[in-house]
Structure formats: structure tokens, C-alpha cells
């Protein structure tokens, strides 16, 4: 089987604008006629409002841009023409039978500073075109009001034809400035989603550090303490005692020692940022029940943000080999292609491994395409499974303005 998750896949937000097949016009007057004649003359009222709207908005917002509340009125009035947005696009559903998907809102949050809602408000790509849209309209409202009615007394028998005409134009305008970016909305919904694994998943290695020191390291360190403070009391008293207490703390302060040191390669192991990718996946094979092949082939090192997720991916990846695979020998590639960082992990178990068999698939598929990645499981029953992960290549001296998201991310897959 192959299942394969991308940030490419589309998320179902349509930004695209299709027209009912109209019947082509002819020497009568049907509904549809009749719905665009209305239309027409509708545009005129139409146009006067959203034209007023926004050169009252644009010269005030602009002209007080001088001040401190100039940016705030501009971007309050970008808010306010989408709203205008929304009404012709009712309009033209309604009269047009032009069916126009409604724009995502702005991912506007509580916890964002003002200045980056306002920031996000300005740049807002619908409702500037909305303020094209108007100001394009206002002749073109001036122009159609006047056609159509004239046209209603002068030539009534081929008005059907020159309503078609306009309203033609009229669909193509609404389709052209009023339809969501299919792009831009597309990546403003995956980013939403992604913030959201992000988040979760950094809440959810909280709680397992938080529960690993609680569990481990420090129920040990405590039991050590009570250990030496009792041997400490029987020193003089019962040296020999004492000294077998002292022992058993010596090997206490052992096992704490190596559970901090798995905690701490599990939130981000010291061989990957002395030594890179091929030691630290190197070190990572060597653990595995199974005979792991690496090759790394990396002429420089990506982003460290990068280099986390690959080695945290590399590292669930084996140990679903270990525990779920039957395979007796496996491997893994690492190489660069272009802009992406390639990793492949393979052996020759029985296979059967998919996103949704309970083996961390899901989260690694989804923690990948938090960062622009990709996923590929092809495991056929009866084996060999193949998994292929694509991440995008950052150089260590970018100044990428996702690294805080990425460091989240890479904390531990």
C-alpha cells in the first residue's frame, strides 16, 4: 500500500467561481433575462456605495497616515470593504447565478500582538482587490444603469441580447476580483492547521519531559537523598551497613545519570550538534534490534531546526522497525536534492505498516507537513516497506522567520 500526505494537496478551500450554464439569449424575455436586467440596473446604486465607500476610506486612512491612527482606519476600512465583497458576491449569486466561494477570514488571534493584526489587516490581498473592484465599478455602474435603460424604451427586442453582453462582463469582474486566491487561501488554511499540530505537539512533549523527570529522574534522585541521609545516620553506628547503603545510592546516582542522558537525547542529542546528521543517525542505528545500513550523503549541514526533525524522524522510524516490523536487515538514505532534504528508511519485514496502523505514521505525517514536508509510506503486505520523507532545505546561516515554529517542531518527533 502507499499513502502519502503532502502540504501540496489542496484542503478542500475552493477559490474558485464557476456560472450556471445559462440557455443562450434570445427575442424573449425568461427569468434569467429578466435577473439580469435587474442586475444592471441594480449596479448604479450599487457602484455609488462601494465608490463613495472606499475613496472616503482611502482618503481619510491615507491622508491620516501621518498620524497614529491613520494605519488603524485603513485597516478597519480593508475589513469593512471585504464586507462590501461579501454583498456583490450575494448579488451576483442571486442575479447572476455566478457562484463565487466566500475568502477565509484573516487569522486574526487573540494572542497576536496589535501590530501584527494591523500588519496582517493592511496586506489583507481581498479586500484590496474588493477596493479595485469599486473603483473599476463606479464607470461601469454609471455605464450599464444607463444602457439597460434605455434599452428598456428604445430596444426592447434585442435588449436580451445586450443584457447578456453586460452581464457577461459583470461575471467576469466578480470572478476575476471577488474570487478567493486559490493559492493564498489554500496556505493560509494549512498554515492554521499546522500552528495547531505545532502547538500540540510541543504541549504534548511537555507533559511527557515533565512526566519522564517526574516518573524517573526524580523519583530516583529523592530515593537517593533518603538513602544517603539513613546511611548517614548509621555511619557510626553500623559502618557496615552504611557503606552497603552507600553502594546501593552509588548505583542509584548511576541510573539517574543514564535516564537524564536518554531524557536529554530525546529532547535534542549533543552528537547531532557537535557531529551532524551522519553520527547522530549513525548512533541512532546502533540502538536498533535489526542491522541498519546509513548512508548520508550531505556535503553541508541544513538548518538545525532542519536537522531535528530528520533525526527525530529517522529515530520513530526505527523503532517501529524494531518493535513492529520482523525485518532482518534495514536501511537509511540521506541525501539533498535541490531545495529538499531527502530521507528514506527501508527493511524487509512483512510490511503492512500505513498512517493509521497505531505505529506514530499519523504524527509524523503531520508534524512533517507543519513545515512544508512530505510523506510517503509504501508497505505492501508481505513487505518491503519503504517510508520517504521530505523536508525543505535551509541553510544554517538563514534567517528564516519560521525558525521559532521550527524549533517547536523539532523539540521531538
Same mark, same amino acid.
Given at each position: 500500500?502507499?499513502?502519502?500526505?503532502?502540504?501540496?494537496?489542496?484542503t478542500?478551500?475552493?477559490?474558485?467561481?464557476?456560472?450556471?450554464?445559462?440557455?443562450?439569449?434570445?427575442?424573449?424575455?425568461?427569468?434569467h433575462?429578466?435577473?439580469?436586467?435587474?442586475?444592471?440596473?441594480?449596479?448604479?446604486?450599487?457602484?455609488?456605495?462601494?465608490?463613495?465607500?472606499?475613496?472616503?476610506?482611502?482618503?481619510?486612512?491615507?491622508?491620516?497616515?501621518?498620524?497614529?491612527?491613520g494605519?488603524?482606519?485603513?485597516?478597519?476600512?480593508?475589513?469593512?470593504?471585504?464586507?462590501?465583497?461579501?454583498?456583490?458576491?450575494?448579488?451576483?449569486?442571486?442575479?447572476?447565478?455566478?457562484?463565487?466561494?466566500?475568502?477565509?477570514?484573516?487569522?486574526?488571534?487573540?494572542?497576536?500582538?496589535?501590530?501584527?493584526?494591523?500588519?496582517?489587516s493592511?496586506?489583507?490581498?481581498?479586500?484590496?482587490?474588493?477596493?479595485?473592484y469599486?473603483?473599476?465599478?463606479?464607470?461601469?455602474?454609471?455605464?450599464?444603469?444607463?444602457?439597460?435603460?434605455?434599452?428598456?424604451?428604445?430596444?426592447?427586442?434585442?435588449?436580451?441580447?445586450?443584457?447578456?453582453?453586460?452581464?457577461?462582463?459583470?461575471?467576469?469582474?466578480?470572478?476575476?476580483?471577488l474570487?478567493?486566491?486559490?493559492?493564498?487561501?489554500?496556505?493560509?488554511?494549512?498554515?492554521?492547521?499546522?500552528?495547531?499540530?505545532?502547538?500540540?505537539?510541543?504541549?504534548?512533549?511537555?507533559?511527557?519531559?515533565?512526566?519522564?523527570?517526574?516518573?524517573?529522574?526524580?523519583?530516583?534522585?529523592?530515593?537517593?537523598?533518603?538513602?544517603?541521609?539513613?546511611?548517614?545516620? *548509621?555511619?557510626?553506628e553500623?559502618?557496615?551497613?552504611?557503606?552497603?547503603?552507600?553502594?546501593?545510592?552509588?548505583?542509584?546516582?548511576?541510573?539517574?545519570?543514564?535516564?537524564?542522558?536518554?531524557?536529554?537525547?530525546?529532547?535534542?542529542?549533543?552528537?547531532?550538534?557537535?557531529?551532524?546528521?551522519d553520527?547522530?543517525?549513525s548512533?541512532?542505528?546502533?540502538?536498533?534490534?535489526?542491522?541498519? *545500513?546509513v548512508?548520508?550523503?550531505?556535503?553541508?549541514?541544513?538548518?538545525?531546526?532542519?536537522?531535528?526533525?530528520?533525526?527525530?524522524?529517522?529515530?520513530?522510524?526505527?523503532?517501529?522497525?524494531? *518493535?513492529?516490523?520482523?525485518?532482518?536487515?534495514?536501511?537509511?538514505?540521506?541525501?539533498?536534492s535541490?531545495?529538499?532534504?531527502?530521507?528514506?528508511?527501508?527493511?524487509?519485514?512483512?510490511?503492512?505498516?500505513?498512517?493509521?496502523?497505531?505505529?506514530?505514521?499519523?504524527?509524523?505525517?503531520?508534524?512533517?507537513?507543519?513545515?512544508?514536508?512530505?510523506?510517503?509510506?509504501?508497505?505492501?503486505?508481505?513487505?518491503?516497506?519503504?517510508?520517504t520523507?521530505?523536508?525543505?532545505?535551509?541553510?544554517?546561516?538563514?534567517?528564516?522567520?519560521?525558525?521559532?515554529?521550527?524549533?517547536?517542531?523539532?523539540?521531538?518527533?
Amino acid at each position: 500500500m502507499t499513502e502519502h500526505v503532502s502540504t501540496s494537496t489542496p484542503t478542500g478551500l475552493a477559490g474558485g467561481a464557476t456560472g450556471g450554464h445559462l440557455p443562450p439569449a434570445r427575442f424573449a424575455y425568461d427569468r434569467h433575462t429578466w435577473k439580469e436586467i435587474a442586475h444592471l440596473l441594480a449596479n448604479l446604486p450599487a457602484a455609488l456605495i462601494g465608490f463613495t465607500y472606499v475613496a472616503t476610506m482611502l482618503a481619510v486612512g491615507v491622508g491620516l497616515t501621518v498620524t497614529v491612527i491613520g494605519f488603524p482606519l485603513l485597516a478597519a476600512g480593508l475589513l469593512g470593504a471585504r464586507q462590501l465583497g461579501k454583498l456583490e458576491r450575494a448579488r451576483a449569486r442571486a442575479l447572476l447565478g455566478v457562484r463565487v466561494d466566500e475568502p477565509s477570514p484573516l487569522p486574526l488571534r487573540g494572542n497576536d500582538g496589535f501590530f501584527s493584526q494591523l500588519w496582517m489587516s493592511l496586506k489583507d490581498p481581498v479586500g484590496w482587490r474588493t477596493v479595485l473592484y469599486d473603483f473599476i465599478r463606479f464607470p461601469w455602474g454609471v455605464l450599464t444603469f444607463a444602457v439597460t435603460l434605455t434599452s428598456l424604451f428604445v430596444l426592447w427586442p434585442v435588449l436580451p441580447f445586450i443584457a447578456r453582453v453586460l452581464a457577461n462582463a459583470d461575471r467576469a469582474m466578480v470572478r476575476a476580483l471577488l474570487s478567493p486566491s486559490d493559492e493564498l487561501e489554500r496556505r493560509i488554511a494549512e498554515l492554521e492547521s499546522d500552528r495547531g499540530v505545532v502547538v500540540d505537539t510541543a504541549a504534548a512533549d511537555l507533559r511527557r519531559i515533565e512526566r519522564d523527570l517526574h516518573d524517573g529522574a526524580q523519583a530516583r534522585l529523592v530515593n537517593l537523598a533518603m538513602g544517603l541521609g539513613l546511611a548517614k545516620e *548509621k555511619l557510626l553506628e553500623d559502618p557496615d551497613t552504611a557503606a552497603a547503603m552507600v553502594d546501593e545510592a552509588h548505583g542509584e546516582v548511576k541510573l539517574a545519570l543514564q535516564e537524564l542522558r536518554d531524557l536529554a537525547r530525546g529532547i535534542h542529542p549533543a552528537v547531532l550538534t557537535d557531529r551532524g546528521l551522519d553520527a547522530a543517525l549513525s548512533s541512532v542505528a546502533s540502538r536498533c534490534t535489526v542491522p541498519v *545500513k546509513v548512508t548520508v550523503d550531505l556535503t553541508e549541514r541544513p538548518a538545525a531546526a532542519i536537522e531535528g526533525i530528520a533525526y527525530f524522524t529517522v529515530s520513530e522510524l526505527l523503532q517501529n522497525v524494531s *518493535k513492529h516490523s520482523g525485518a532482518r536487515t534495514a536501511s537509511v538514505e540521506v541525501w539533498r536534492s535541490s531545495d529538499r532534504l531527502l530521507i528514506q528508511v527501508g527493511d524487509d519485514g512483512h510490511g503492512g505498516a500505513s498512517l493509521d496502523g497505531g505505529t506514530g505514521m499519523k504524527g509524523l505525517a503531520d508534524r512533517l507537513s507543519a513545515v512544508d514536508g512530505l510523506f510517503v509510506v509504501d508497505s505492501p503486505q508481505g513487505g518491503p516497506t519503504s517510508i520517504t520523507a521530505e523536508l525543505p532545505w535551509r541553510d544554517r546561516t538563514e534567517a528564516d522567520a519560521s525558525s521559532g515554529i521550527s524549533r517547536t517542531s523539532a523539540t521531538k518527533y
